[in-house]
């Protein structure tokens, strides 16, 4: 027996008749069966998951090791009748060849989820069984039927990889079978015994050949091959968050599915790495340090306790976090708090051009009053949410959770004594485990700097970390500036030295007193942020002279200080009282700069960092919002 002519091309489309010496199958019947077709041949194969048809390697001669299809090929999965209205048609994406055997797995481009795939049977064919074949071949009297022909087959031989069908009444599978399902039925259950690969082809239109059979590559023991291979894993980083997803097993199957991490490869299947166990195809890992890869693999198990082998290994590594990112798609966005007696918060949504939405109220009561409002991923969800320190006497600090379209919570109290009178508040993730925490400076005579790390639901104990830090009016910030994934502090004397000390976190501590980064960058009134500007995983320092001239200069990161002293990557932005910020916009990893006009305009302009300058002179991403006294975030400024 061989291959040779098994896939076979349409020639014409006529009444059928049956597999030769077979019948037509009954409308609806056997709606897991597949036509193959492409441009110069056609097979028949099986649904056996969602996303997936198995067929055989000769459907693909140019692909016999998988990949990308040589030539597009269409898949029509549960229309009996190929003239019929029913079922889907889908286009092959990529194939899977097993080694061992002439069987391989076709990946649609769409899962078809309102037909049953064919079940995968466990059980070993043995001689004298009766399975059944069905394919969209040749018969005996039709070139190209219209109809799904069926027979049974009694299993004449077996081995450790293959079958010998013999047909009743003279059937063997035709040109057109190739890839074929091979099953075995019971009470109206189906289970996969195999797929069609080779045949004498008895019996079928203008075969002259005498000796009669089918052989078919046996599926009984590529269950679990099956089930690990069409899973498909993928991830993908957003934020301090990283979300697996895959394709899903056959819903009889009633899987659930285990998702094991680590950051190292291979992965570690076992608990300590089981990060959680779902029957949905998709999984997020929340509180992902910035800048970290981590590894994943998926094991389905299926509701008779059966585990597939795990998955390929796939990766991802969590990009530096967005401070802004409201909605979590890796894009800053804007924010306006209206304070006073209203406490408004509105977001408007970068789309990577320009900021969307006017008036878009995410909060009805947040930040009232003279408070303080700041933004983080407070929970690690990948999504910044937005803080407000009431300062004063009580030192109240409330938190409201963003799900993307609003910020949720009102009077949530995650801190009742952090940030009194006139300290100074800020936000980065100090211990760098993926959850936003909080900082005081307290200026000053004593200059301490305390600190208290969310868990995801609260502020823990405010703790020192630095005792002599930030003294007097001295102007603190917060970056991660030698790239390690835990946020560290900078101050700005400014006046006429404008030195800028540094120093770092180590997860428990700011260490380093007077460690001087750079000796000549944000004089007087000049205003200081901090971004990543060139993109490189650590955090650079831009200056704002603003004024007429309205100059942006950098000085960039290399991990131990602040490079460059009169680097001008914008001649004319954030001018006179204009309200300067710092975010990735567009969400290329590179950090930008924006300007808020305020006053009864209310216009927003944004400059896109290119890696060595600001590109884009009064380009404006939104002109109806951040009014007169109104508090924007981002914003370079703290307390405004």
Not at 1 to 21: F, K, Q
Not at 534 to 546: A, E, P, Q
Not at 556 to 574: C, N, P, Q, R, Y
Request: proline residues 4%; negative net charge.
């Amino acid at each position: 027996m061989t291959l040779t002519g098994l896939a076979s091309g349409i020639l014409t489309a006529s009444p059928a008749e049956a597999i030769s010496s077979g019948t037509g199958a009954v409308d609806g019947a056997y709606a897991f069966a597949a036509k193959l077709s492409n441009e110069t041949a056609a097979c028949t194969g099986a649904l056996v998951a969602p996303q997936w048809i198995i067929t055989s390697t000769g459907c693909f001669p140019q692909n016999p090791q998988g990949g990308t299809p040589a030539k597009p090929t269409t898949v029509t999965v549960g229309r009996t009748k190929l003239s019929g209205t029913g079922g889907h048609v889908a286009t092959v994406t990529s194939l899977i060849a097993r080694a061992d055997r002439s069987t391989m797995l076709a990946r649609l481009d769409t899962p078809i989820t309102d037909v049953t795939p064919v079940s995968l049977g466990t059980t070993a064919s043995t001689t004298g069984d009766v399975l059944r074949v069905a394919g969209y071949g040749r018969t005996t009297s039709t070139w190209a039927p219209d109809q799904l022909q069926t027979s049974p087959f009694t299993v004449a031989s077996t081995s450790s990889t293959k079958l010998v069908l013999t047909g009743d009444q003279g059937a063997d599978a035709c040109k057109g079978d190739a890839g074929g399902p091979v099953f075995r039925e019971n009470a109206g259950h189906t289970d996969l015994a195999g797929v069609v690969t080779t045949t004498w082809g008895h019996g079928c239109l203008v075969s002259t050949e005498t000796r009669q059979g089918t052989t078919a590559d046996r599926t009984d023991d590529l269950v679990d091959w099956i089930r690990q291979q069409v899973l498909v894993p993928s991830a993908k980083a957003v934020g301090h968050s990283v979300t697996v997803s895959w394709s899903a097993l056959a819903a009889q199957d009633n899987a659930s599915y285990r998702v094991y991490s680590s950051t190292t490869t291979p992965v570690p299947i076992d608990a300590a790495h089981l990060v959680n166990t779902t029957q949905a195809t998709t999984l997020t890992q929340t509180s992902v340090p910035a800048k970290q890869t981590r590894y994943y693999q998926v094991v389905a198990v299926t509701a008779d306790g059966r585990s597939a082998p795990p998955t390929d290994v796939v990766s991802a590594s969590t990009p530096l976090a967005i401070p802004v990112d409201f909605t979590g798609d890796g894009k800053g966005d804007i924010a306006t708090f209206t304070r006073g007696t209203a406490g408004d918060v509105y977001v408007a949504n970068s789309d990577g051009t320009k900021f969307t939405g006017n008036s878009v109220l995410w909060h009805d009561r947040f930040s009232i009053g003279t408070e303080i409002p700041l933004s983080g991923d407070f929970d690690g969800d990948g999504k910044a949410d937005v803080a407000t320190f009431a300062r004063g006497t009580s030192g109240d600090v409330y938190v409201a959770l963003s799900d993307g379209t609003k910020f949720n919570g009102n009077g949530v109290l995650w801190h009742d004594n952090f940030g009194i009178n006139d300290e100074i508040p800020a936000v980065g993730d100090f211990n760098g485990d993926g959850k936003d925490d909080i900082a005081i400076f307290k200026r000053g005579s004593t200059a301490d700097v305390l600190v208290a790390l969310s868990d995801g639901t609260k502020f823990g104990t405010a703790t020192l970390w630095h005792d002599h830090f930030g003294i007097n009016d001295e102007l603190p910030y917060v970056g991660d500036f030698n790239g390690d994934g835990k946020d560290d502090i900078a101050v700005f004397t400014r006046g006429t030295t404008a030195d800028v000390y540094v120093a770092t976190s180590d997860g428990t501590k700011f260490v380093g007193d007077g460690v001087k980064w750079h000796d000549n960058f944000a004089f007087n009134s000049e205003i200081p942020a901090v971004g990543d500007f060139n993109g490189d995983g650590k955090d650079d320092l831009v200056v704002f002279t603003r004024g007429s001239a309205a100059d942006a200069f950098v000085a960039i990161s290399d991990g131990t200080k602040f490079v460059g002293t009169s680097a001008k990557w914008h001649d004319h932005f954030a001018a006179n009282d204009e309200i300067p910020a710092v975010g990735d916009f567009n969400g290329d990893g590179k950090d930008d700069i924006a300007t808020f006009t305020r006053g009864t305009a209310g216009d927003v302009y944004v400059a896109t960092s290119d890696g060595t300058k600001f590109v884009g002179d009064s380009i404006k991403w939104h002109d109806n919002f951040v009014f007169n006294s109104e508090v924007p975030a981002p914003r370079a400024i703290t307390i405004l």
